[in-house]
T-cell receptor, first 111, second 114 residues
Framework: EDQVTQSPEALRLQEGESSSLNCSYTVSGLRGLFWYRQDPGKGPEFLFTLYSAGEEKEKERLKATLTKKESFLHITAPKPEDSATYLCAVQVGGGADGLTFGKGTHLIIQP | DADVTQTPRNRITKTGKRIMLECSQTKGHDRMYWYRQDPGLGLQLIYYSFDVKDINKGEISDGYSVSRQAQAKFSLSLESAIPNQTALYFC?????????????FGPGTRLTVT
């Protein structure tokens, strides 16, 4: 069974305090790993797709990396507007097409 | 205008009622999906559609049905709503024909079954 585990469940940082969120996965035949941002009461907003170990993607203060067992979302010098829940999801190859999501990391950046 | 829209945005209904949630997209994507989100749980896939003629069950399809009326429209029905179907429902799309696997989500429908 495909599994995605995110840690920590919640993280509180001071503005400017860099940190990393973890997503570990157990799947057979990874097609892609995805990071999303979700604000309260809204739909997930796509951030990154990673396809193979060693791949990295960057967007503003966020950087996503991928190994064969886990992915990290690094946040550098965060601002209060980066506060949100960050979701990790995987998609496997073959006929099925949905995403398997982790439960998310709730990130709070305090001014 | 939003690329993926969902109606209604909020709905309160009673146990046993039939209800339909609708999703429309202007992105021109071929694949569409329905997910539900419950507090403390990840999003779970209900149904997905490769195109108008191809509908597939996800991991939690019991109690739900779907219809792909056109490439741009995908509706989710609860034939006889029950309280444990109270959740946030999201529609999503992907441009699989172009080799893009990421999914784009709508704003969600908050459904309460009393």
């Amino acid at each position: 069974e495909d599994q995605v585990t995110q840690s920590p469940e919640a993280l509180r940082l001071q503005e400017g305090e860099s940190s990393s969120l973890n997503c570990s996965y157990t799947v057979s035949g990874l097609r892609g790993l995805f990071w999303y941002r979700q604000d309260p009461g809204k739909g997930p907003e796509f951030l990154f797709t990673l396809y193979s170990a060693g791949e990295e993607k960057e967007k503003e203060r966020l950087k996503a990396t991928l190994t064969k067992k886990e992915s990290f979302l690094h946040i550098t010098a965060p601002k209060p507007e980066d506060s949100a829940t960050y979701l990790c999801a995987v998609q496997v190859g073959g006929g099925a097409d949905g995403l398997t999501f982790g439960k998310g990391t709730h990130l709070i950046i305090q001014p | 205008d939003a690329d993926v829209t969902q109606t209604p945005r909020n709905r309160i209904t009673k146990t046993g009622k039939r209800i339909m949630l609708e999703c429309s997209q202007t992105k021109g994507h071929d694949r569409m999906y329905w997910y539900r989100q419950d507090p403390g749980l990840g999003l779970q896939l209900i149904y997905y559609s490769f195109d108008v003629k191809d509908i597939n069950k996800g991991e939690i399809s019991d109690g739900y049905s779907v219809s792909r009326q056109a490439q741009a429209k995908f509706s989710l029905s609860l034939e006889s709503a029950i309280p444990n179907q109270t959740a946030l429902y999201f529609c999503a799309t992907s441009d699989f024909r172009q080799g893009r696997y990421e999914q784009y989500f709508g704003p969600g429908t908050r459904l309460t079954v009393t």
